[in-house]
């Protein structure tokens, strides 16, 4: 019924009864017609508001937002808090799904009670933060119109949001980058000013020299270099041309128009175009924007000017506007072929399209002096047309093409005063009647004749060829008063009486003009100068002239009229604000990273063995984070290590860390330091660079309290060494920092127990650097090594498995306690070896009961899982006291894919369906390997088996510390020391399948850098490609 | 035409100013997409014989709108089979669930087809005996996991017994042919079109042995575009089905061959009130394949009333109220050209038409790309089992003009 448009309403009651119908069918129905006429039965609406109060707690996220969904459509105002709360509680919903639609909720209710801004906008602001790819279209939507002033909510997200462009659906898309707009225009300054001088170097840039090219640039002061950020939108932005979605497209198009360098705008142009072979719809957007957009700037589109040519088939719109662009396009070199083109068009059926083609001629007449004379004559040819309307428009535009050139053109005159006895189309003939009026003097026998023959015809004429009757007849008063005198008062008289007001308004005007009597001497004297005076040639313009003022792709745009609601393009700024303010988010992240850091140190001493890696890895990430800092962090740091002594003892620093505890920048120089400090001698540190790199991550050659280890497996100069070692340690006291002192005792006091670690490593690990058996896999087909990757499996053993590194991860939660009555659920992923097989990523689940009630039999029930994926399923927990918790370990076999593994978490009593979904840095587990032994793998992993791509990173991540700990954060790897300062290599294998995966991050200039990831596994290589990505650019 | 209503509500009076834009306009083609009216703006699209209207309050781009219109048509073409006024009258129940699925408060939701069919089933016969005897359902009580995942357009657990993955290419040509036969415009327009029917979770990477052809693309949003940058290799998770998977452009450097050539001898007589047709349609010879589903239709002039015609192959059909002549040749055989012959009886007294009227060509030929672009290889990973791979070629004409 609500479909056929009838009025409904009075079954409310009736219909809103069935809410709580099993019946999934019937339940949207009843939920289509709630929202349809819930506001006009608000009472009887309430009654069904209790069924979705319930849904909003189901365990079922999409249950969850759907009642959310149904909720907020409700325009019912008593419920306005309810539905507050309800976003309120969503917006922290674990489920990204759900916190999409209490974005999409906040609109509703802002539509429905805009008192409720302000709280609104700290929804807003919390959702902005979300890094899900769902959530990011839906915000913004919500952002953009509840509170599109606020533009700095957007700051610290700005980033992020160019980051995640690329992943949110493309509805998403449009409403993002048509904001990321807006903000840009108020954030940058504009590259369009400096356009110039940037080309003129480049041309110059051959012939100057550097020096030169210095001072030039401090010439001109102001030397534009377009903020980072603004580069990484255009950047980002520029991949969505290839959408298929129009919008997406056409959204991309405007921006580069309003934002980029205007060199750059042109590769729009392109898909543009492309555009065009969409439907008529799509077709007349896009023309209509390309019509502005080729007004100012010909040359984007001259390269496609045939795809502009019209079809007969085409609808009158697409042919006006493709006419259009071609006018705007016309110049000296192509004027010949578009005239050509522009004579069939002429000729066309469409009589409305013939007529608009003329005006295009006229255009381009006017706009290219030198074929004028051309387009002239082709017009006056037009004048013996059997088409009156062609006729008439060839008049129209002959006119004022006559009008910009008053040479003598009397000929043309004359033929046309011949025509006037059979143009019956008013705007015609009031042209041609101007034009005798306006060159009377050229042509002095026909204009008198004329005047006469329309005396005649006054009464019958339009009132528009009245008018132009009478201006003749003043003019032709004015200079030609023997012959034209009676003919004139005759005119006047007739218009004196004339139905029309203007028409008798005019006669009155020009008769105390131009006929002297007593009353008004003083005009009239000047009445010939008033009539005859030069008049300015009208300018055949664009109708799409002015129209750039509108942001382009816009409604407002298209219909020329500022829309409701319409957000207006600021101009640029003379002087960026601040761009820090976009830089928020980085020091937080970095704080939130240390103050994790303990935790995992605490839990990890009974593994003797792995420990020291661990901490390795630990120190290295929070040295690097905190040295990265401030000195005052990192002395925070020395004590947190000082009071755990176990952890801090084992903290032989590794190479990596050295570099960024010395602080210093030259890191070929500091990975020797400590060798440097005890020996001074260079032959001992070429030494023990040579041992760093053969042993690698075990070179940690930490001399000065491993020295009697090291003496022992082969360093000679150790002893010596020794011996100095006190003085060593003042030196490096006073070159380094002052921490080093703090950490010395402690290192002393666990000195023995090093050793014993130490001389393990070795036996251990030494034998198993070079790879053997892996290249042969690798050099297979790539189809061929998937099916051998069983084979493949077994050469993992040669690389192996060497020191776990444990970077401490977040805890995801698996089972929230609103949803598990009480029992809460989080896990994370330990990066321990797998207790329970080669092939399991070990997940600790940590398992809280928040209820007052003993919790007993937690155990995981059934399984959902893809096919091929294994789980090694927890130890049941008989009995979890109230406010307890335990942590368990289980292993999951994830097949080297990120599909989700779904299980049940089970209770005595109940079941809760839970699931974990790995990021992709989990399923792989670091490995050792020399510098040499990685650029042999990388070589035989190239092609296919090779993604790439060149990231932005910002300037506070360029550091080797920080990539370090960013990288080895973001994914299990296991770092291969590198002779280069600006490469940085990491080595892992994949879980499951023992497939080697080699990252390497290059640094470039202008702080950009290549990111290289090698691996047969294309799929693995590809996600882990884009999680990186993000890691180093993002602040 | 039909009125649809998302946001809030709207009295269904404001379809008034769309069909009185409607009945100005010359055709159902000039109604313009955008009108304003005092509190709304409508923005509209038309296919297969219906408007689809969208009411808007506050400003929006309009292409975004429009996209969104003709996914709905796409929805319920692919729901219904066809996109009709009696499809979705027959329908209603679905159309309202789909268009609840595919909008929030005039935001769009769900548009992936894949996603769609999860929750709500398309119609089948079959199914509908089943319902209604078992009073179960269209809607799916399995709730949709795809909208959650990264990847929309695949469905998880897809099974197959047989694995196949067909890739059909097809090639379209633009042109415009002038009056003496030379070429004013050409352009190549081409798709890949892909059904793919494979079981699992799999990363397929396609690679053209001439990737350089490729002037202009625009790609499925599963494709990589890193990939396609750095190594011109089309990687993607495939959806379920089938899909386009690229539309593209073929550089405008290269010269398109033209496969047919067409000879025309158009002419009206002054004041006898009658003309002349004469058109012969032939192959270009560098081809080596036949040209096949010849079609030309001709918009002639409003003067003419009646066509007298004979044809050697094929038939030809004149509607005197649209002025259409259809003339359906089917195969060109070198030995024998087509050719279609007679005279055009004009309105008497009317003056003789200014204008030959353009010849529109359709055309297919099997087994050709008109570019030359050859697919290299797919190669599947993520899978085990051997796929059944086919590409298939195709040209057609685009939008094919010959001007007389």
Known sequence: MIAKGKNASELFPAVVKNVASKNIEIKKLVYVYLMRYAEEQQDLALLSISTFQRALKDPNQLIRASALRVLSSIRVPIIVPIMMLAIKEASSDLSPYVRKNAAHAIQKLYSLDPEQKEMLIEVIEKLLKDRSTLVAGSVVMAFEEVCPERIDLIHKNYRKLCNLLVDVEEWGQVVIIHMLTRYARTQFVSPWKVDEVVDEYSENNFYDSDEEQKEKDQKLKTTYTMDPDHRMLLRNTKPLLQSRNAAVVMAVAQLYWHLAPRSEAGIVSKSLVRLLRSNREVQYIVLQNIATMSIQRKGMFEPYLKSFYVRSTDPTMIKTLKLEILTNLANEANISTLLREFQTYVKSQDKQFAAATIQAIGRCATNITEVTDTCLNGLVCLLSNRDEIVVAESVVVIKKLLQTQPAHHGEIIKHMAKLLDNITVPVARASILWLIGEYCERVPKIAPDVLRKTAKSFTSEDDLVKLQILNLGAKLYLTNSKQTKLLTQYVLNLGKYDQSYDIRDRTRFIRQLIVPNEKSGALSKYAKKIFLAQKPAPLLESPFKDRDHFQLGTLSHTLNIRATGYLELSEWPEVAPDPSVRNVEVAESAKEWTGILGKPKKEKPTEKFYSESEEEEDDSASSSSSGSESDSESEKEDKEEGSTDESSGSSSPSEESTDSESDSKESAAKKTCRAVNESDSEDIKKKAAGISKKRSTSSSSDTEYTSSEESSSDSKSESDSKSDSESGKSRNATSNKVNKKEEKPVQDRKTPKKQDIFLLDLDDFCPVTTPVAVPTAAVLSPSLAADLEGLSLSSSSVIDVPMQVSVPTKTHELLHRMSGKGLAAHYHFSRQPSIFGDRMVPVQVTVTNTTDQKIENIHIGEKKLPPGMRMHEFNPIECLEPGGSITATMGIDFCDSTQTASFQLCTKDDHFNVNIQPPVGELLFPVTMSEKDFKKEQGMLTGMNETSATIAVAPQNSTSPVIIERVVKAANLGVVPSGQDNVHRFAAKTVHSGSLVLVTVELKESSTAQLIINTEKTVIGSVLLRELKPVLSQG | ?404
Not at chain 2, 70 to 81: C, E, S
Not at chain 2, 156 to 166: I, L, M, Q
Not at chain 2, 345 to 371: D, R, T
């Open chain 2, 1 to 404: 035409s039909s009125g649809k209503y998302f946001l809030s509500v709207v009295s269904q009076s404001v379809c008034d100013y769309f069909f009185e834009a409607q009945e100005k306009a010359i055709d159902v083609e000039n109604v313009p997409p955008v009108i304003s009216t005092p509190h709304h703006y409508l923005i509209s699209i038309y296919r297969d014989k219906i408007f689809f209207v969208s009411v808007i309050q506050t400003e929006v781009p309009p292409l975004f709108v429009i996209e969104f219109l003709h996914r709905v048509a796409d929805t319920f073409q692919d729901y219904f089979g066809e996109c009709s006024e009696t499809a979705i009258k027959d329908n209603v129940v679905i159309v309202y669930e789909l268009l609840e699925e595919m909008l929030d408060n005039g935001f769009p939701l769900a548009t992936e087809s894949n996603i769609l069919k999860e929750l709500i089933k398309p119609p089948t016969i079959l199914r509908s005996v089943v319902n209604s005897i078992t009073g179960s359902s269209n809607v799916g009580d399995t709730l949709p996991t795809g909208q959650l995942s990264n990847i929309p357009w695949r469905r998880a657990g897809v099974k197959y017994t047989n694995n196949e993955a067909y890739f059909d290419v097809i090639e379209e040509i633009d042109a415009i042919i002038d009056k003496s036969g030379s070429t004013v415009f050409a352009e190549i327009q081409g798709v890949i079109d892909s059904c793919i029917k494979l079981s699992g979770m799999q990363d397929l990477s396609l690679s053209f042995m001439n990737p350089r052809l490729l002037d202009d693309v625009s790609f499925h949003p599963c494709i990589r575009f890193k990939r396609w940058e750095s190594e011109r290799v089309l990687s993607f998770i495939p959806p379920d089905g089938n899909f386009r998977l690229i539309s593209y452009r073929v550089s405008s450097q290269n010269l398109v061959a033209i496969p047919v050539y067409v000879k025309h001898m158009i002419s009206f007589k002054e004041n006898t009130s009658s003309g002349r047709f004469d058109v012969t349609i032939g192959p270009k010879q560098n081809m080596g394949k036949t040209v096949e589903g010849v079609v030309m239709t001709v918009h002639m002039p409003k003067a003419v009333l009646n066509m007298n015609l004979t044809a050697t192959q094929g038939s030809y059909t004149f509607d005197p109220v649209t002025k259409v002549l259809t003339w359906d040749v089917g195969k060109i055989t070198p030995q024998k050209l087509p050719n279609l012959k007679g005279i055009v009886n004009l309105q008497s007294g009317a003056p003789k038409p200014e204008e030959n009227p353009s010849l529109n060509i359709q055309f297919k030929i099997q087994q050709l790309a008109i570019s030359g672009l050859k697919v290299n290889r797919l190669d599947m990973y993520g899978e085990k089992y051997k796929p059944f791979k086919g590409v298939k070629y195709i040209t057609k004409a685009g939008k094919f003009q010959v001007r007389t």
